[in-house]
T-cell receptor, first 111, second 110 residues
């Protein structure tokens, strides 16, 4: 069966510091991968999606970037965090259009 | 701009009642539809998918799809307090993206 991991689970970072969130998927190959952000009490905002290694699409212009160094690894990064980057970051995978499966998420607080 | 609309709620139902959650979508070409459940502080979990008009049942959950009217609904029979969560409707969009509704908060009173 497929499993998706995210770490860390929680993170508190000062404004201006860098960020690296990691997501890995087990039990499937060539998954579509996604990064979402969910602000408190709000809906899901798609940040990036990837249909293959080095094939990454950005949905929202901001100070975040994403990389996919391996087939089942997806990394979200920032060089300098802003207060507005606080939120619940979710990684998800899908196989085609059969629904998405989410990781446990990373709760980021920028202070 | 393709959209998925849901009533934000909260929808409050007594334990044992039927909870009815509704969703409308704008893209007439949509072929698949999903419902996710998100408990407070947790990540969304895929609970139902439906691809053709009519009803699809899975345990206490029934998804209903009406493509002509562009709505999809989720019925939860014999609602339990453990069903209290936010329910997200989702419709695949262009490429491999999915549009999620903002979600309906359901509260089941014991």
């Amino acid at each position: 069966s497929q499993t998706i991991h995210q770490w860390p689970a929680t993170l508190v970072q000062p404004v201006g510091s860098p960020l690296s969130l990691e997501c890995t998927v087990e039990g499937t190959s060539n998954p579509n991968l996604y990064w979402y952000r969910q602000a408190a009490g709000r809906g899901l905002q798609l940040l990036f999606y990837s249909i293959g290694i080095d094939q990454i699409s950005s949905e929202v212009p901001q100070n975040l970037s994403a990389s996919r160094p391996q087939d089942r690894q997806f990394i979200l990064s920032s060089k300098k965090l802003l207060l507005s980057d606080s939120g619940f970051y979710l990684c998800a995978w899908s196989a085609g259009q059969l629904g998405q499966y989410f990781g446990p998420g990373t709760r980021l607080t920028v202070t | 701009q393709k959209e998925v609309e849901q009533n934000s709620g909260p929808l409050s139902v007594p334990e044992g009642a039927i909870a009815s959650l509704n969703c409308t979508y704008s893209d007439r070409g949509s072929q698949s539809f999903f419902w996710y459940r998100q408990y407070s502080g947790k990540s969304p979990e895929l609970i139902m998918s439906i691809y053709s008009n009519g009803d699809k049942e899975d345990g206490r959950f029934t998804a209903q799809l009406n493509k002509a009217s562009q709505y999809v609904s989720l019925l939860i029979r014999d609602s339990q307090p453990s069903d209290s969560a936010t329910y997200l409707c989702a419709v695949p969009s262009s490429g491999f993206k999915t549009i999620f509704g903002a979600g309906t908060r359901l509260f089941v009173k014991a």
